[in-house]
């Protein structure tokens, strides 16, 4: 009987961070948050994830950033392989080569691009062909916030009430385009701990210990509707203080956990104190942070003020570096180049593979 053939594909997804952030899990088997959330895909930072289905191998192979994956990063990877298998009607073992252009496990949201471009990229290899909405539901499988890395843009995930989890999926809620103005400083600072424990693991100790968390869960609507409508209307007044206190909100049910979850370092509390110097000062809400489970932290601002803020930051003790971003596409696939061709009038190119999002094709 003939092997069947090997097959792959490779997909880029790009980190997303969540304004409205879910952090629990009414059902952690089926991935279904307690709350909707809503977030913005990244341009220029991605994940680029290559899976092919290869019937001489003996089990599955994951790699990442160039090294073996531990077991507790291979487990996940595996357990979302198995469900693609499953859906395709496929038995072959798969390798897969996974790689950031951004720091992993600190906080830039690199299980959500991770994910999200595995599960486009095994789905294709697979030969299976699903809608953005069922792709979306796929990545939550792998990390919650992959299903809406699966767009671009501004994303929401509807936390859906069905306990099968079929009105559990992301949509996209405004194109990359909608808001050319906004922009998100990313501020990487130095010392970032890598999580030791998985967000999927450290939320539900939150749900299970912080007494804060049902006041959150209450409040999350409001935070979600105020943000919706101040993003439609273009609306940076009302943007910039929904988005610090719902992150103040996350961070403080995050720090009554038992054990408490404190992500942050010295120099990331001293940025939230100069992001909030910087709105005094101005007299008026020129800027917003936020922060997932890490010690990074994005800051939302307009283009016209990007540069003084940037400058104003980047002289608090513990940057690192900063990166200027905006809003950016969806999973895409990387399409190989072939070979260095002669183009007519004698000039060469280069082959090779790249996607829109590679910061080098920029």
């Given at each position: 009987m003939a092997r069947p053939p090997v097959r792959a594909a490779t997909f880029d997804a790009a980190p997303n961070i969540a304004l409205v952030k879910y952090w629990g899990m009414r059902d952690p088997a089926l991935g279904l948050p307690y709350n909707s959330s809503l977030s913005v895909t990244l341009d220029r930072l991605r994940s680029r994830t290559t899976v092919r289905f290869d019937p001489t191998l003996d089990a599955d192979t994951v790699e990442l950033n160039g090294a073996a994956a531990a077991d507790e990063q291979r487990r996940p990877v595996v357990e979302l392989l198995d469900r693609i298998r499953s859906a395709a009607g496929r038995s072959e073992a798969a390798s897969v080569v996974s790689d950031n252009n951004f720091p992993t496990a600190s906080g830039l949201a690199s299980s959500a691009s991770g994910f999200a471009a595995l599960a486009a990229a095994a789905t294709a290899a697979a030969g299976l062909r699903l809608s953005g909405r069922a792709l979306s539901q796929l990545a939550r499988f792998g990390s919650g916030s992959a299903s809406?890395?699966?767009?671009?843009?501004?994303?929401?995930?509807?936390?859906?009430?069905?306990?099968?989890?079929?009105?559990?999926?992301?949509?996209?809620?405004?194109?990359?385009?909608?808001?050319?103005?906004?922009?998100?400083?990313?501020?990487?600072v130095e010392d970032a701990p890598v999580k030791a424990v998985r967000s999927a693991d450290a939320m539900q100790a939150t749900v299970r210990t912080s007494p804060d968390f049902a006041r959150r869960v209450a409040e999350v609507p409001r935070h979600l509707a105020g943000i919706r409508r101040a993003l439609?209307?273009?609306?940076?007044?009302?943007?910039?203080?929904?988005?610090?206190?719902?992150?103040?909100?996350?961070?403080?049910?995050?720090?009554?956990?038992?054990?408490?979850?404190?992500?942050?370092?010295?120099?990331?509390?001293?940025?939230?104190?100069?992001?909030?110097?910087?709105?005094?000062?101005?007299?008026?809400?020129?800027?917003?942070?936020?922060?997932?489970?890490?010690?990074?932290?994005?800051?939302?601002?307009?283009?016209?003020?990007?540069?003084?803020?940037?400058?104003?930051?980047?002289?608090?003790?513990?940057?690192?570096?900063?990166?200027?971003?905006?809003?950016?596409?969806?999973?895409?696939?990387?399409?190989?180049?072939?070979?260095?061709?002669?183009?007519?009038?004698?000039?060469?190119?280069?082959?090779g593979s790249r996607s829109r999002a590679d910061p080098r094709a920029r």
């Open positions: 809406r890395s699966i767009f671009g843009g501004f994303v929401e995930w509807r936390a859906g009430r069905r306990a099968d989890g079929a009105d559990c999926y992301a949509r996209p809620l405004l194109p990359p385009d909608h808001w050319p103005e906004l922009v998100d400083l990313v501020v990487l439609t209307d273009r609306d940076p007044a009302r943007l910039f203080p929904l988005v610090m206190e719902e992150c103040d909100s996350f961070r403080r049910v995050c720090e009554t956990t038992v054990p408490p979850l404190d992500y942050l370092t010295s120099g990331t509390r001293a940025l939230l104190a100069t992001v909030r110097e910087i709105n005094r000062t101005a007299g008026r809400p020129i800027a917003g942070y936020t922060h997932d489970a890490g010690a990074h932290l994005h800051i939302f601002t307009l283009r016209r003020h990007a540069a003084a803020i940037r400058r104003r930051v980047a002289s608090v003790p513990g940057v690192r570096a900063t990166l200027l971003v905006g809003p950016g596409p969806g999973v895409r696939p990387v399409v190989a180049r072939g070979p260095r061709v002669t183009r007519p009038g004698g000039r060469s190119a280069r082959g």
